[in-house]
């Protein structure tokens, strides 16, 4: 059995993270999580997860931008980001998949939604 | 007419023989001058027309001897009695002293005796002869004939008193002088009745009648022995051959005179009337051409001053008292004739006439003439608009200036046009006004659509941000409450799980419950509830507005002793003050104190005076100068939403204004030079009552 595939939560907000973080280990996965995209790419740097979910809009540097950076980063180009936001016009959607994320959540998204969605990405925990 | 000499003190006198053809007038001259000038001194003349008899102009110049003291000298002149000469009978029968009708007796010529009566009577006229100054003596003659009219019945038929008339057989020289005498002393009477003083005084009135029987006497004598005037005396006689020559000479002469005056007159009425239509056509054409009433009415009056006598002409109007008030003049001014009560009123009856009027001579109309008024004679005024009471004015030049009526038909068309030219200036006034009020109206409309639009716009713009701000504000809670409620219910978790993920949903909840609070407080705002106004102590506000924001910790406060209370109400103040605090807690450093200062201050604008001012102080990133307009806009939050995460839905610098303007004070930004925010609120102070206050 390898080792759990790992997942990289970033949010501002404890009490979105918490429970994903919650759900994910319950289904197998390894969660890690960061409040900012500073912490975030320290996490990223020490060791590349296997998904991100990214929150768009936080304080200091926003989803979107990081998301463009990784992508643009060959060491990192390779990881699926789920963008996760708040503002879910369609608008905001072309962006976020623009940016090269692998899917576009709006929140309140459903927890299980969200769990189908990493299965399809990198397969169970 | 007579005439008398006094140097050689002789009467010459004018005696015309008038009467129907072959009456016998002819016969009575030719007797009168054998009985008289048997010797023949003096001739008797005979200008003879292309009829034998037709006419005879006579002259018989006769010494009476001394009658009144004077010689008299008479010449004596008959008539044709055709029809067709009546120019040549009219001319002769001027200046007659005396006529001598010669009335034919015969039944079958009374008609012919009628008309030439008539005749008589019109050329009398014409030549005024007054028929009581002129004695006119009615001799019947051919009394001889069998069938002659009774004489009852020629003088009845002549108008003539009964037995006034002298009868006559002239051809037998019976009745001739007895005529002649008559007429003489008739004459004669009436020529001293009317003599000058001058002459009265050298006549020799005593016994008139006397002294005229006297000198005729030697004639009376020679009449009875008379006998017939067979032998028609041909006298020396000038014949003109020509065919009523002096006849045409004096008809062609008289006529040319009078042609040559109508002509003349004819003449200058044409000139006249051509230059009144010119006149009227450039006054139509004038009005025609302007839109101005002004130019419309000069170009009346220049027109009425260029035909009539008239020296000044003008527009008036009638006030309520029905008195005349000049609109314009032109020419000398018409001013001191509506100054004068006398010519005020009169000027004023003359106007309250619905057609033209006129006053012919002032001095006599008005007594004591003003002396500003003696520039006048007569006055003409015609109606122009009778619902305004408008009309034309002319005034004609003292001493001889008329107003005839060819003027007072001109004015009375000038006055029609005039109408018709005022009446379109009118029009045209009310169509311009009607389309300068439409414009006005249709900018007032485009100035207050493209209001209502930007207010549109920017509610829409609001709408948009507070969708925005509240979706994401409230996605946000529901997230970690879909998140926490679905771990709950899937999966087991341990007891501490559990415990956060119910902590989560509750702080969700109550975060939710926030957002609503806050829409419902900008909902009263923007309802413009009303404030429940007290003096509220500004450490009671301070201290509330700290728990509202949980900013007890991080702030430091500063009262100065002479702000004591607030005029407002305390809630709203605590809340506002509360979303200062609140954005210095979420913008500034968490190691830096957020300072609030209350100092007194004085206020101006609505609620000038005493106040207070508080101010909170960070150390936060500070407005950018673009952004300080849309920082105090509804649901907007300083900086670009999607680089910074916006924390609430950015109404508190919104609803803090809003307070502070509710309580006629101010919410101020400035940065502060050594880094940091001061957002300072001006209140009015409870010492000052607020205009609120006082109102209460």
Redesign the interface.
Same mark, same amino acid.
Request: charged share 25%; hydrophobic share 35%.
């Given at each position: 059995m390898s080792a759990p595939k790992r997942i990289l939560i970033v949010d501002?907000?404890a009490?979105?993270r918490? %429970? @994903?973080e919650?759900?994910l280990r319950?289904e197998g996965y390894q969660p890690e999580t960061a409040s900012d995209v500073e912490a975030a790419m320290r996490s990223v740097l020490s060791a590349p997860p296997d998904l991100i979910l990214l929150d768009? /809009? /936080? %304080?200091?540097k926003?989803g @979107? #931008?990081w998301c463009r950076e990784l992508k643009g980063d060959p060491r990192f180009a390779r990881i699926p980001i789920v963008l996760l936001s708040?503002?879910?016009h369609d608008l905001d959607r072309e962006h976020g998949l623009a940016s090269g994320a692998a899917a576009f959540m #709006?929140? %309140?998204?459903? %927890?299980?939604e969200l769990k189908c969605r990493v299965r399809e990405l990198i397969g169970r925990g | 007419m007579a005439q008398w000499s006094l140097p050689d003190r002789t009467l010459f006198a004018k005696v015309v023989y008038y009467g129907p053809a072959l009456g016998g007038k002819t016969t009575n001259l030719r007797m009168l001058h054998r009985l008289t000038d048997p010797d023949g001194r003096n001739k008797l003349v005979s200008l003879a027309t292309a009829d034998d008899r037709t006419l005879f102009f006579d002259l018989l110049p006769m010494a009476l001897g001394n009658v009144l003291g004077y010689r008299v000298a008479i010449k004596l002149y008959t008539v044709p009695g055709q029809v067709r000469y009546d120019t040549t009978r009219r001319v002769v029968l001027a200046g007659a002293d005396a006529v001598v009708f010669v009335a034919d007796s015969d039944p079958a010529r009374e008609r012919d005796n009628r008309l030439s009566w008539d005749d008589l009577r019109r050329n009398m006229r014409a030549n005024r002869l007054d028929p009581a100054a002129v004695p006119v003596v009615i001799q019947l003659n051919k009394r001889d004939l069998p069938s002659a009219t009774r004489r009852e019945e020629m003088e009845r038929v002549l108008g003539a008193p009964p037995r006034s008339t002298v009868e006559a057989v002239a051809c037998d020289g019976a009745g001739v002088v007895a005529t002649f005498i008559a007429a003489c002393r008739a004459m004669l009477q009436r020529l001293v009745a009317m003599a000058e003083p001058a002459t009265r005084r050298s006549l020799d009135e005593g016994d008139l009648v006397g002294q005229i029987d006297a000198a005729f006497a030697p004639y009376l004598a020679r009449e009875a022995s008379a006998g017939p005037d067979a032998v028609p005396r041909p006298t020396t006689a000038i014949v003109a051959r020509a065919p009523d020559l002096l006849e045409s000479a004096v008809d062609a002469g008289a006529t040319l005179g009078a042609e040559l005056a109508d002509e003349h007159a004819r003449a200058t009425r044409l000139s006249r009337e051509a230059e009144a239509f010119r006149q009227l056509s450039d006054c139509l054409r004038a009005t025609g051409a302007s839109f101005d009433r002004d130019a419309v009415v000069d170009a009346a009056l220049s027109s009425a001053l260029a035909v009539l006598g008239a020296s000044g002409a003008a527009l008036v109007e009638r006030d309520e008292r029905g008195r005349a008030a000049i609109v314009r003049c032109l020419g000398a001014p018409l001013a001191p004739l509506v100054a004068h009560e006398v010519s005020a009123a009169m000027l004023a009856r003359m106007l309250s006439r619905t057609g033209p009027a006129a006053v012919q001579d002032l001095p006599t109309e008005i007594p004591g003439l003003p002396r500003d008024l003696r520039a006048w004679r007569a006055l003409v005024t015609v109606p122009v608009e009778p619902r305004s009471g408008a009309a034309l004015v002319a005034a004609f030049p003292a001493p001889d200036g008329e107003a005839t009526d060819d003027d007072l038909r001109f004015v009375a068309t000038l006055a029609g046009h005039l109408a018709v030219g005022l009446e379109k200036v009118a029009i045209y006034e009310e169509l311009r006004a009607h389309r300068d009020r439409l414009e006005e109206t249709v900018r007032e409309r485009t100035r207050s659509l493209a209001r209502a639009y930007d207010e549109l716009k920017s509610l829409d713009a609001m709408k948009d941000r507070l969708l925005c701000g509240v979706s994401h504000e409230m996605r946000t809670p529901l997230t970690a409450i879909v998140g926490a409620a679905t771990f709950l219910k899937d999966y087991d978790g341990d007891r501490g799980q559990r415990e956060e993920m119910a902590a989560g949903i509750l702080f969700a909840s109550a975060a939710l419950d926030g957002l609503i609070g806050e829409l419902l407080r900008v909902a009263r705002l923007e309802g413009g509830t009303d404030l429940a106004v007290t003096d509220a102590p500004c450490a009671e506000v301070v201290a509330e507005a700290l728990r509202l924001a949980r900013a007890e910790e991080r702030a430091s406060v500063l009262l100065d002793p002479g702000a004591v209370s607030i005029r407002g109400d305390a809630a709203r103040l605590a809340r506002a003050l509360a979303s200062l605090l609140d954005n210095a807690v979420k913008f500034g450093p968490v190691d830096a104190p957020v300072e609030v200062r209350v100092v007194p201050c004085v206020l101006g604008g609505p609620a000038a005076g005493a106040g207070v001012a508080i101010a909170v102080l960070d150390r936060g990133p500070g407005l950018a100068e673009e952004d300080l307009e849309r920082a105090f806009a509804p649901f907007e939050q300083g900086g670009d939403p999607l680089t910074g995460k916006p924390a609430g839905l950015g109404l508190g610098l919104y609803e803090a204004r809003a307070i502070a303007r509710r309580h006629g004070g101010t919410l101020t930004y400035r940065p502060r030079p050594d880094g940091g925010s001061e957002f300072r609120l001006s209140l009015p102070s409870a010492d000052a009552p607020s205009r609120e206050a006082r109102r209460a």
């Open positions: 501002d907000d009490f979105i918490r %429970p @994903l919650f759900i319950e768009v /809009m /936080m %304080p200091g926003d @979107l #931008t708040a503002r879910g #709006t929140k %309140p998204y459903s %927890p299980h | -």
